[in-house]
């Protein structure tokens, strides 16, 4: 290089304003950066605080961990819903193709995706739109999904199935299959209408509440609180640094004053009623029920209905499927819960009420009698007796219902309705027949009836329909007519009888223990009135019940033949048209003076035909599993009502 | 040599070196924690390497004498559009935009289009001091318009259009201290608006489009970016969220969480003012923008003093690529300015812009060696 400058001629130059010229743009490059520096001013110092925001949530996540639900126990301490590990997919909207950009690919992927895990396309498709929301979080589809198949193809295949996630999670399970599926219900994610209400404010998408049965009265105690870690995470969404964790507060276990055996002693036992029923001609039988029930105190020791269903079905969500096969018709309605929610007619089972409904009115006496010719005529009709030629001259109250005699019933319905006021209604009605029960399951019936002149106003369909007439009086008396009643009620209006006239509120949760077994609280348990009835009454109906079961003549004699403890019960064979009979039975034991009831028992075998033959051997079955006395009786028992 | 060593401008060797250094720290801190590299000083190893082999340039450089150069303005000018052309016929790039911008040479991987902007400043200023007598000929204008054109329009064709307007701002700064006649400067201006509409708006309406969609979407985008929230859009909010939640003394160096979980792309190219304003917040913001004042006051100050018009257009050229580079540069991060690909002086990764500044540098400092006040000190 040389350091010389050239000397050659060079044109003059035009030296005018070069320093204006120069100072131009000195002062425009001044003005720009004054301009970018007002911004920064802005962006840094006016605006600051708000981008520090952005960018925390940038960069942070919060991820829930869903605390392990409490377990679910019987009386004596076994186990009937508890957690297992299970795997769950979920969908990272942000990691998966963009609809928008390819949407070949994402539609390819949903369609992979739903074939793997057997979930419509539509479900997916809702599913990722509820997770777009919150792109970085890991949003579930599938819950409890196999791991050596599903879960093995998934990661096999992992580059098909981008922003696919596997996750562990608790599932529930059930030890005892399907035994109390209709108390226990079941768990399932929080629908986004559920998120809305106050109870539920304190979660968020995802968490899983009791949607049905105990699990879900008892929510608040089972669920426990979620736990959570605060993850730094790039922006790829991959977690960097775990920056705060808050462990999981495990759920209280729940104790239930359910008895696994006698709820299986009870499950078992409607299954055989329904075959007597079938063997006796009652080919349309397929569903019943059993509730068992302490009468010192409302609790329920066994609650059964069948048909039944495994309820893991609902681990991870029902598929629809499933559920369509569930609510066909020839599955009987496997989800209803008959035992709290079945209405059905009380039929004679009815009669032990009324008749405390008439001693207590000062109607009749213990000693009051009425022939019975087999037939019963008032204002024109005629009723018949079920035993063709009648119960002969001078049937007195435990004749009547020793024998379950309709005529002496239809007297005293004759009786009644002359009387001023509902005195048969006010009656039953004290027993909690026509209303609900108050039992700590949800979705508990409101449609049960006890007919009177107002319903009847209501609901006639003509002008003569609407008048409460002695027909409706008569067939009410013996628990026909517009009456409907539930299994759960005659329980707990049997109970008051057993028990000297205290309605309990029926009771599911006996206590909450931690983890270690402590009792975190224990339940109270509730009267919902005194009957405010001698118990001298309820005595002589007693009386009158034992003979029902222990007589010569008694309805049920047969199917308790040689059973070793004293039984107070009533049979009941109830007509609901055009259905065939719906067999009943009802039992208190042990019964009689000096004993005090420890157990009450009712049966209903839907159109299984006769309470004596169908309904009452399926009550002696329990009995014979809560004494723990030898299965014994005749098999084949003959029908006497 | 003594007389030499007091004839520089030690003031802008400062503040050059104290802009090689800031960046070469920022660089570190956008770069270090990268998972795509084999070592954390992986980009500042090949920046520091630029600047070793820019800064013996620079010494030599401004231990000769510019005006040479002169006399070798159309040989410089053919061998820029040479570079160019070769550019486009065998260079490499990156494959997502398909461009090409670099030539493999056994040691280093030159970007022409950042060399380009040297050679033609000293082309330019070369023709320009030769038409001095013709500054009252528009013609004379219209022929230097013309003359930058043909570069434009090949490294527009890589496509690299930031670099094309970047020779549109050497001609514009070089004419003004040239002496342009304010009439033809105010033709020159409306001629580049109408310019401007032609290629934007008319033409893509009559279905030619000069520039690619996704130029044209950059042009706009800044004016709304939630308007594209996954792509560039999203670079450039998470640039204004990376620089606002600087706030006024930074998150610490080394600390930026946008920067370091990634949230801000090309953290170490066109947005690495982002990390500067994330980590060092408002007060790095202003340091660095102080050091490029000095910078372009010193610049300028030789612009005014230089003994001749070649190194007085020479250093007017330079300041110019600066003045509009760190402006849409720093603008585009901020959110004021459309995103063009031009990268910032001294600071964004690249080897061959630092060579050619630090280069440019040493070309300021053999004007002012060579200037009246060079010669007086």
Redesign the interface.
């Given at each position: 290089?040389?350091?010389?400058?050239?000397r050659r001629k060079?044109?003059?130059?035009?030296e005018?304003?070069?320093?204006i010229?120069?100072g131009?743009?000195?002062i425009?490059?001044?003005a720009?950066?004054g301009?970018?520096?007002l911004?920064?001013?802005f962006?840094?110092?006016l605006?600051?605080?708000?981008?520090?925001a952005?960018?925390a949530d940038?960069?942070l996540r919060e991820v829930r961990v869903e605390a392990p639900r409490g377990v679910i126990y019987d009386r004596n301490g076994k186990i009937l819903v508890e957690n297992r590990a299970g795997l769950t997919v979920g969908i990272l909207p942000m990691a998966m193709w963009?609809p928008k950009?390819n949407p070949q690919e994402f539609a390819a992927e949903i369609s992979r995706l739903a074939e793997v895990l057997e979930v419509p396309e539509g479900d997916l498709l809702a599913a990722y739109d509820r997770a777009k929301k919150d792109p970085y979080v890991t949003y579930p589809v599938k819950e409890d999904v196999p791991e050596d198949t599903v879960v093995a193809y998934l990661k096999e295949h992992g580059e098909e199935f981008p922003g696919v996630q596997v996750e562990k999670a608790f599932v529930r399970r059930y030890p005892l299959k399907s035994l109390a599926t209709h108390v226990l219900g079941y768990v399932g994610e929080i629908s986004q209408s559920e998120l809305d209400r106050e109870e539920f404010a304190t979660l968020k998408i995802g968490a899983h509440i009791g949607k049905d049965g105990v699990e879900r009265t008892y929510d608040s105690y089972l669920r426990g609180t979620d736990g959570w870690k605060t993850v730094?995470?790039?922006?790829?969404g991959r977690p960097?640094r775990f920056l705060e964790d808050v462990a999981p507060a495990p759920g209280a276990n729940l104790v239930l004053t359910i008895d696994s055996e006698l709820q299986a002693a009870a499950e078992h036992a409607i299954v055989e009623g329904i075959q007597r029923a079938h063997e006796q001609g009652y080919v349309n039988a397929a569903g019943g029920a059993v509730v068992a029930l302490d009468p010192r105190n409302g609790e329920v020791r066994a609650l059964a209905s069948y048909p039944d269903y495994d309820p893991s079905l609902w681990v991870g969500g029902m598929s629809k499927k499933k559920f369509s096969e569930l609510n066909a018709e020839q599955a009987h309605q496997p989800l209803f819960n008959r035992a709290l929610n079945g209405l059905y007619p009380a039929g004679s089972t009815f009669k032990p009420f009324v008749a405390a409904a008439a001693l207590n009115a000062g109607l009749i006496t213990p000693e009051s009698t009425f022939d019975c010719s087999g037939k019963f005529s008032v204002a024109g009709q005629t009723w018949k007796d079920w035993l063709q030629g009648g119960h002969g001259p001078g049937v007195d109250l435990i004749e009547a219902i020793k024998e379950s005699c309709d005529v002496y019933f239809y007297n005293l319905g004759n009786l009644l309705y002359q009387q001023q006021g509902p005195v048969l209604q006010d009656g039953v009605r004290r027993f909690g027949f026509g209303q609900t029960t108050g039992i700590d399951l949800p979705g508990e019936t409101d449609k049960t009836r006890v007919p009177d002149k107002y319903w009847k106003r209501e609901h006639g369909n003509t002008a003569e329909d609407k008048l409460w007439k002695p027909g409706d009086e008569i067939n009410l008396a013996i628990g026909q007519g517009d009456l409907l009643v539930t299994p759960m009620q005659i329980a707990v209006a049997l109970a008051a009888i057993a028990n000297g006239g205290t309605v309990w509120v029926p009771r599911l949760g006996l206590r909450i223990t931690d983890a270690s077994g402590n009792v975190v609280h224990q339940f109270e348990h509730e009267q919902r009135a005194e009957l405010g009835i001698n118990p001298r009454i309820l005595e002589v109906i007693g009386e009158g019940m034992i003979l029902v079961t222990s007589a010569t003549g008694g309805t049920a004699r047969a199917a308790f033949e040689g059973f070793p403890i004293p039984v107070a019960g009533k049979t009941g064979t109830a007509e609901k048209k055009p259905d065939d009979d719906y067999a009943l039975f009802m039992a208190y034991a042990p019964a009689g003076a000096d004993q005090v009831p420890e157990i009450v028992v009712v049966a209903v075998i839907e159109q299984g035909g006769h309470g004596s033959s169908v309904a009452a051997p399926v009550v002696r079955r329990v009995l014979e599993a809560y004494f723990h006395t030898e299965s014994g009786g005749t098999e084949i028992i003959p029908v006497t009502e | 040599m003594g007389q030499y060593l007091r004839s520089l401008d030690w003031v802008l060797l400062g503040a050059t070196l104290a802009l090689v250094t800031y960046g070469l720290l920022m660089l570190y801190s956008a770069t270090h924690e990268d998972t795509n590299i084999s070592s954390p000083f992986y980009y500042v190893r090949s920046q520091a390497v630029g600047f070793v082999l820019g800064f013996v340039l620079l010494v030599i450089i401004s231990l000769s004498n510019y005006r040479v150069l002169r006399r070798f303005r159309t040989y410089i000018y053919g061998a820029n559009l040479a570079a160019l052309i070769l550019t486009l016929v065998i260079g490499s790039g990156s494959q997502e935009v398909g461009a090409n911008r670099w030539i493999e040479l056994p040691f280093f991987s030159l970007q022409t289009s950042e060399l380009a902007k040297l050679l033609l400043i000293l082309s330019l200023g070369g023709v320009l001091s030769e038409g001095a007598e013709l500054r009252h000929r528009f013609r004379f204008v219209v022929f230097t318009v013309l003359y930058i054109l043909i570069p434009s329009v090949l490294v527009f064709l890589q496509p690299d259009l930031g670099t094309a307007l970047v020779f549109g701002a050497i001609l514009v700064t070089m004419l003004v201290v040239w002496g342009i006649r304010l009439p033809h400067l105010g033709i020159l201006g409306g001629g580049a608006l109408v310019g401007a509409v032609l290629v934007l708006r008319v033409l893509p309406a009559l279905g030619l489009r000069l520039l690619k969609d996704y130029q044209l979407k950059r042009l706009t985008l800044f004016l709304n970016p939630e308007s594209d929230p996954t792509g560039l859009g999203y670079q450039l909010t998470q640039s204004k969220i990376a620089i606002g939640s600087g706030m006024f003394t930074g998150k610490g160096y080394l600390h930026g969480t946008q920067t370091h979980l990634n949230f801000l792309p090309a953290h170490h190219t066109d947005f690495i003012f982002a990390v500067v304003g994330e980590e060092l917040g408002f007060l790095g913001a202003m340091l660095l923008l102080g050091l490029y004042s000095v910078v372009i006051w010193r610049t300028l100050r030789i612009a005014r003093l230089s003994s001749d018009l070649y190194g007085r257009l020479i250093a007017a050229g330079v300041a110019g690529v600066m003045i509009f580079q760190v402006f849409v540069n720093v603008g585009m991060t901020i959110g004021i300015m459309p995103v063009t690909g031009i990268p910032l002086p001294f600071m964004s990764f690249g080897s061959s812009a630092l060579v050619v500044f630090l280069m440019a540098i040493g070309f300021l400092q053999s004007i002012h060696v060579h200037s009246v006040a060079g010669q007086e000190r």
């Open positions: 290089m040389i350091l010389e400058p050239a060079r044109p003059p130059e035009d005018s304003f070069v320093g010229r120069v131009v743009l000195l425009v490059a001044f720009l950066f301009v970018v520096a911004r920064l001013w962006l840094q110092i605006s600051g605080d708000a981008y520090v952005v960018a940038n960069r963009n950009k730094e995470v790039d922006a790829a960097k | -």
